[in-house]
């Protein structure tokens, strides 16, 4: 084989369509590949329409994505390939995210599919077929900055587009074989070259919310998937409760609720009531006023450095909390293990919740990011 | 797609069309228009051109031309087998069928479906050869037997079961037999009269006719409800306007296959050994799954330790060679090929395994060159997996 083609994660969707068909109008020989990674009729309860239907469009792995995909392929006549990921997204993605909600906290599958699926397991099959660089339609930038001899990574241009906050995992390994070749457009510039380029997946709308989670019912999918392996929520009832410990009602469950949530608390008072933190050893949830959300400070752990080495000294940033929050002002300070960083803002931020991501940020350079304790 | 030389060593999932099929269906296509149930012309045409497809079938497997029941495929002539003999019954107490572990799915599933609808199935184990006992044939019979069906030659091994010593069983019991011949046909000797068996499913495209046409033999006096409705056709058996290019086109590669069976055998045997040979000498961790005695001479299931079949099959693929994890049909499948697992292998080593499947398209060279890929393949994948 002449030169070693790029596998282009392929899913379907606009953004990996055009990545892959940009590729090729640069003369760059590739190879598409379509993840499978969850089969939709293994929890038929929760399938529109229930049992008998279709698995469903739009949604992750469904056929109708694989078949644009493959149509996208054969258009701009490249090798295809669907390749099979679903034991592995199973055990590192799924099993987790169920832990992590039964466990109080809110997990972000998509950052654990990236770490251990997509440029992981993608990139050790790219290798196994030969591919030598593997590319996504992610919206980032990565760069190789020779002064520190570390690959980067950059905020996307499309600041609404963004998606550096899932890809705060990626080791230098990863990001020096990873392109990127979306982070300098726009989705709408995106949108019009897969029009130009004739690529019939042009007007395709967006995926949203998480892959296999339909509707993002998330507490619908952990009972039917509790369900069919046959281990059951252990309480799946509890009091709530005000910040002053006072009883305010019942819930069905700690895994229906996340920090920060307002509905859903089937409570009558005048105020608005929010989810202040979550307690599966007790059972318990604790709401209050949108102010007593507010923190100044919180511990990230398995922080991942990214463009710098790490941390010599307290360091200023930008924090980000959430895929949604703006990202606020910030000191990073090191702590004795070099895995853990104390995060202290300029002003408190409302819901900081156990479990999603902290990604540190210098403007557009991703510093790192590690998991909120 | 890159232009490599492509070199096709599947033809367990599908053949190409012979080019002598080619010219008769196409020359059908083109010309043989009528319906074969009209009275006119036309439709005179059509039927003779079907009967001698008949004839052309049933002579190549020793039939009698009144025994052939067309269908559209190999599925389809396992389903009416199944189907047709157990519903022929259905009022009876005979409701129970014995089957094996490594059927395809157009069996397996089949019977998957006559339990939900109350018939009791037993799947009988096969030792680490792939070839299921007659004995336990004999064992697993209850009076309430209605039928006894096992393939000939199983599809990822080519592992031959012993039918004609079944069929001896099931007769001595009165139990009807099918087989599931579709790996079976064109690649060694069949007669029915020989093999004892009562029905007989097989398929145009293992044997380099079109996809979408097969045939179910039914030995005369064997019970067989239809299992479709629509009309006359097939004796009532499988009704619908017959689809005359493609079963002419069966016939004509029947015949053809008849001329080159003993031919194409030995030279695909001593090819498939070849490649073997030179797999098993060259490449460290691997072996032969199954038996290698008593199987189909273009078939052959190799282990590879520690690669992975899935990134194998599409590496060779990128280099131009087209060879199977397994079965096309449950190609991408997460859980490991039925076949491999009930010969005993473990779930690591049934998703290392490949298997290669010659035809009369491939030459000494061409293995040759597949063995090299294999030996740069398999080095390559156990290189990363070591770094990874």
Redo the contacts between chains.
């Keep these: 084989?002449p030169e070693a083609?790029i596998a282009v994660a392929m899913s379907g969707g606009v953004d990996s369509s055009t990545v892959a068909a940009l590729l090729v109008r640069q003369g760059r020989?590739i190879?598409g590949?379509t993840m499978?990674l969850w089969n939709q009729r293994r929890l038929p309860e929760l399938m529109e329409g229930g049992a008998s239907s279709a698995p469903g469009a739009g949604r992750c792995c469904s056929l109708d994505d694989v078949y644009d995909a493959r149509r996208v392929a054969e258009q701009i006549?490249?090798?295809y390939?669907?390749?099979?990921f679903?034991?592995q997204f199973e055990e590192q993605v799924v099993k987790p995210f169920v832990a992590e909600y039964l466990a109080g906290r809110t997990p972000i599958p998509c950052t654990l599919c990236n770490n251990y699926i997509k440029f992981d397991r993608f990139l050790?099959?790219a290798?196994?077929?030969?591919a030598g660089l593997m590319a996504t339609g992610h919206y980032a930038r990565t760069r190789y900055d020779v002064a520190s001899g570390r690959y980067q990574l950059l905020r996307a241009v499309d600041a609404s587009k963004d998606q550096t906050y899932f890809l705060f995992g990626l080791t230098q390994q990863q990001l020096s074989r990873t392109l990127f070749p979306l982070g300098e457009l726009t989705k709408p510039e995106v949108r019009e070259l897969a029009q130009s380029m004739g690529l019939a997946v042009a007007a395709k709308s967006d995926s949203q919310e998480i892959c296999f989670v339909p509707n993002g019912d998330y507490a619908a999918f952990m009972t039917a998937y509790l369900k069919e392996s046959g281990a059951a929520p252990e309480a799946t009832h509890g009091p709530i409760l005000s910040t002053d410990g006072r009883r305010l009602g019942e819930h069905s469950g700690v895994h229906h609720f996340t920090v920060g949530q307002r509905r859903g608390l089937g409570l009558a008072t005048g105020e608005p009531l929010y989810v202040i933190s979550t307690n599966p050893q007790s059972q318990s949830v604790v709401v209050g006023g949108r102010d007593e959300l507010l923190r100044g400070e919180f511990t990230a752990r398995a922080v991942n450095w990214i463009s710098v080495a790490g941390l010599a000294a307290p360091v200023r940033a930008e924090v980000k909390i959430r895929n949604k929050h703006t990202a606020a002002p910030a000191t990073l300070f090191a702590t004795g293990d070099p895995a853990r960083v104390r995060v202290i803002f300029d002003d408190p931020q409302r819901a900081v919740t156990p479990g999603q991501g902290a990604v540190f940020y210098r403007a557009d350079l991703v510093l790192g990011g590690g998991w909120i304790e | 797609m890159r232009s490599v030389q492509r070199f096709y060593f599947d033809h367990n999932a599908t053949t190409p069309l012979a080019p002598e099929v080619l010219e008769v269906m196409v020359s059908c296509l083109g010309q043989v228009y009528g319906n074969a149930s009209s009275i006119h012309y036309f439709g005179q045409a059509a039927k003779q051109r079907l009967e001698q497809a008949r004839r052309e079938l049933a002579s190549f497997i020793n039939a009698n031309p009144a025994e052939i029941v067309f269908t559209g495929g190999g599925t389809e002539a396992d389903n009416l087998a199944l189907l047709g003999v157990l519903r022929a019954r259905a009022s009876e107490t005979a409701r129970h069928l014995i089957t094996t572990a490594i059927e395809h799915p157009a069996v397996l599933a089949t019977c998957a479906q006559l339990e939900r609808e109350g018939v009791a199935v037993t799947r009988l184990r096969v030792g680490s050869g792939g070839v299921v006992q007659p004995d336990d044939v004999r064992r697993a019979l209850r009076p309430e037997t209605a039928l006894i069906s096992v393939m000939h030659a199983n599809n990822e091994l080519g592992a031959i079961q012993p039918i004609a010593e079944i069929s001896r069983i099931a007769r001595e019991a009165g139990v009807p037999l099918h087989v599931d011949g579709v790996q079976a046909l064109g690649k060694i000797p069949v007669d029915v009269d020989e093999l004892g068996v009562d029905l007989y499913s097989l398929s145009g495209h293992k044997i380099y006719a079109p996809k979408g046409v097969g045939a179910l033999y039914v030995r005369k006096g064997t019970r067989l409800a239809p299992v479709s409705f629509g009309g006359h056709h097939e004796r009532e058996r499988r009704p619908g306007t017959e689809n005359v290019p493609s079963i002419a086109a069966l016939g004509a590669a029947a015949t053809l296959a008849g001329r080159c069976l003993a031919g194409d055998a030995e030279r695909l045997e001593a090819l498939r050994d070849c490649l073997e040979n030179a797999v098993l000498e060259r490449i460290h961790g691997t072996g032969v799954n199954g038996s290698r005695w008593r199987r189909t001479p273009n078939t052959s299931n190799l282990y590879f330790d520690g690669v992975d079949g899935e990134a194998m099959v599409i590496g060779l693929d990128l280099r131009g060679f087209a060879v199977s994890t397994g079965a096309a049909c449950s190609s991408g499948a997460i859980t490991p090929s039925h076949v491999l697992t009930a010969i005993g292998l473990s779930g690591e080593r049934a998703r290392a395994s490949l298997r290669f499947s010659l035809g009369r398209s491939n030459t000494a060279a061409q293995v040759d060159a597949l063995v090299e890929a294999l030996e740069f393949s398999v080095a390559h994948l156990r290189r990363i997996s070591v770094n990874a």
């Design positions: 084989m083609p020989s190879v590949m499978q006549g490249v090798p390939y669907v390749v099979n679903e034991r050790e099959m290798d196994a077929v030969g």
